[in-house]
């Protein structure tokens, strides 16, 4: 009889037993299982944090420091014929010399930035991107381009064409003030 008593009593006991234990293995320190978890808490907020934090620098914009002076010598004021188009693809500048002077324009396109090629064939700039299509002095004949080319000044040193490729100059559209003359 008292062994089914101590019996009961172990059974009714037997919760505080365990909850005795949970104690004593709090007071040894962190279980394997929490940190388990701890690690996947950290894990996630880090990626997420690495996801806001990617989409915010998309929309931020670049914040760019003031340009140091870039001059383009493209070479003496005869190398260039009248109604040719020369192309300096290192510096993305195209050089269009009419018979009222020298136009420098950027080779980069005013839509998304892609590079214009010159097709000297139909005497006009296209885009590969978006089929954008630039008239011979820089003005959009089709495509999602919000402006003309950019162009950038010239100066005539010394019976040489000097460019300055540090001042891009954004314009709505083509005047014969923007021609450098010989």
Same mark, same amino acid.
Do not use: E, N
């Given at each position: 009889m008292v062994e089914e008593k101590k019996r009961f009593?172990?059974? $009714?006991?037997f919760p505080i037993v365990r909850k005795r234990q949970r104690m004593a293995e709090e007071e040894k320190g962190i279980s394997r299982r929490? %940190?388990?978890?701890?690690?996947?808490?950290? @894990?996630? @907020? %880090? %990626?997420?944090g690495e996801f806001i934090g990617g989409t915010l620098a998309l $929309?931020?914009?670049k914040v760019r420091g003031e340009k140091a002076e870039k001059l383009l010598i493209a070479g003496k004021v005869d190398d260039f014929p009248v109604g040719k188009? =020369?192309?300096?693809?290192k510096e993305k500048v195209f050089i269009n010399r009419t018979d009222k002077g020298f136009l420098a324009m950027s080779a980069i396109c005013t839509h998304l930035r892609?590079?214009?090629r010159w097709t000297e064939s139909k005497g006009l700039f296209e885009?590969?991107?978006h089929g954008a299509t630039f008239s011979a002095v820089g003005e959009v004949l089709e495509g999602p381009p919000p402006r003309p080319l950019d162009r950038y000044? %010239?100066?005539i040193v010394e019976d040489k064409?000097?460019?300055? =490729?540090?001042?891009a100059i954004q314009r709505k559209e083509f005047h014969k003030s923007q021609l450098a003359s010989v």
């Open positions: 009593i172990d059974h $009714l006991s929490k %940190i388990i978890g701890y690690g996947w808490i950290a @894990a996630t @907020a %880090i %990626i997420v $929309l931020w914009p188009m =020369t192309v300096f693809r892609c590079i214009v885009c590969p991107c000044p %010239i100066q064409i000097v460019v300055d =490729t540090a001042k």
